[in-house]
């Protein structure tokens, strides 16, 4: 009995999926805090002036940020492991 190439293609696709998902690693709300922190240093002009809240995993973020600094700012604190989500609840500046 031949097995048709798409059931085939279709089982590697799920499994290749599947094994590479991103899985979620719950990480202490106070060492976010502290990741967070240390990777607006990098991204942001002035790093302190934004407030950082976390909770289970959830950030919040308050404060003045540039427009330019927005998105990426937001990727690469979404790339943290542990966290779930990221609120930006920024004033934007031009």
Same mark, same amino acid.
């Given at each position: 009995?031949?097995? %048709?190439?798409?059931?085939?293609?279709?089982?590697?696709?799920?499994?290749?999926?599947?094994?590479?998902? &991103?899985?979620? +690693?719950?990480? =202490?709300?106070?060492?976010?805090?502290?990741?967070?922190?240390?990777?607006? =240093? $990098?991204?942001? +002009? @002035? %790093? $302190?002036?934004?407030?950082? +809240?976390?909770?289970? $995993? &959830?950030?919040?973020?308050? !404060?003045?940020?540039? =427009?330019?600094?927005?998105?990426?700012?937001? /990727?690469?604190? /979404?790339?943290? %492991? !542990?966290? /779930?989500?990221?609120?930006? +609840?920024?004033?934007? @500046?031009?």
């Amino acid at each position: 009995m031949r097995i %048709p190439f798409v059931v085939v293609a279709a089982a590697a696709g799920s499994l290749l999926y599947f094994s590479t998902r &991103r899985k979620f +690693q719950p990480v =202490e709300d106070d060492t976010l805090i502290v990741q967070a922190r240390a990777a607006l =240093e $990098g991204l942001v +002009q @002035h %790093p $302190g002036s934004i407030d950082i +809240q976390v909770q289970d $995993g &959830r950030v919040t973020l308050h !404060g003045p940020i540039a =427009e330019a600094e927005l998105k990426q700012t937001i /990727r690469a604190l /979404r790339k943290l %492991p !542990g966290v /779930r989500r990221v609120i930006p +609840q920024l004033t934007v @500046h031009h």
